[in-house]
């Protein structure tokens, strides 16, 4: 079965950090461009990043460009989010999902950032 | 880069069809075929329901379909079912390269 499962959410004061990551299983992970995407309470989706299979290319939104990081572990079917600097407005339900037309997606991970 | 624009709620009876629309600038659709349509049912993930305008995943139903004209992609449930309750949205493939559309929630009567 295709899967993807997302981790490492949790509660983060404005300006922390965290990791995120999301869990391959049931196909090649390797050959797939992969992206996150997040959605605030109450709110649409909103496209985060994107990575190339081979990290072959890295694209970003301007909203998180310069405090998240996308990269991935082929060898371990594993993709991540590095997220610093958080601010409120981060607050959200982030899910991965695999390409072409992000037809696969996870579970979601729910990031709070909060004083 | 600016969402598309959708219509924030569309509502038909059991056996009727809707079209939900999907409005942006010829930027956004820069290439014709790369338009997909998302279900999310209430506190669940986002599911792919079509792509590059107009095919359907295998075990999405034909009640489905897609089109689009110009700057406007359009999604049409036919013979609306109660399970077909859940907000809806639009992507397009940019250089940006994603763009979502702003979201439709569809209410069956």
């Known amino acids: 079965e295709v899967q993807l499962v997302e981790s490492g959410g949790g509660l983060v004061k404005p300006g922390g950090s965290l990791r995120l990551s999301c869990a391959a299983s049931g196909f090649t992970f390797s050959t797939y461009s992969m992206n996150w995407v997040r959605q605030a309470p109450g709110k649409g989706l909103e496209w985060v990043s994107s990575?190339?299979?081979?990290?072959?290319?890295?694209y970003y939104a301007d909203s998180v460009r310069g405090r998240f990081t996308i990269s991935r572990d082929n060898a371990k079917n594993s993709l991540f989010l590095q997220m610093n600097s958080l601010r409120a407005e981060d607050t959200a339900v982030y899910y991965c999902?695999?390409?072409?037309?992000?037809?696969?997606w996870g579970q979601g991970t729910t990031v709070t950032v909060s004083s | 880069q600016s969402a598309l624009t959708q219509p924030a709620s569309v509502s038909g009876a059991p056996g009727q069809s809707i079209t939900i629309s999907c409005t942006g600038t010829?930027?956004?659709?820069?290439?014709?075929?790369?338009v997909s349509w998302y279900q999310q049912h209430p506190g669940k993930a986002p599911k792919l329901m079509l792509y590059?305008?107009?095919n359907r995943p295998s075990g999405v139903s034909n009640r489905f379909s897609g089109s689009k004209s110009g700057n406007t992609a359009s999604l049409t449930i036919s013979g609306l079912q109660a399970e077909d309750e859940a907000d809806y949205y639009c992507?397009?493939?940019?250089?940006?390269?994603?763009?979502f559309g702003t979201g439709t929630r569809v209410t069956v009567l």
């Open positions: 992507s397009t493939y940019t250089s940006s390269p994603y763009v």
């Open positions: 990575i190339g299979s081979s990290s072959n290319y890295i």
């Open positions: 999902a695999r390409e072409p037309t992000m037809s696969v």
């Open positions: 590059e305008v107009s």
């Open positions: 010829s930027s956004d659709f820069i290439d014709y075929n790369y």
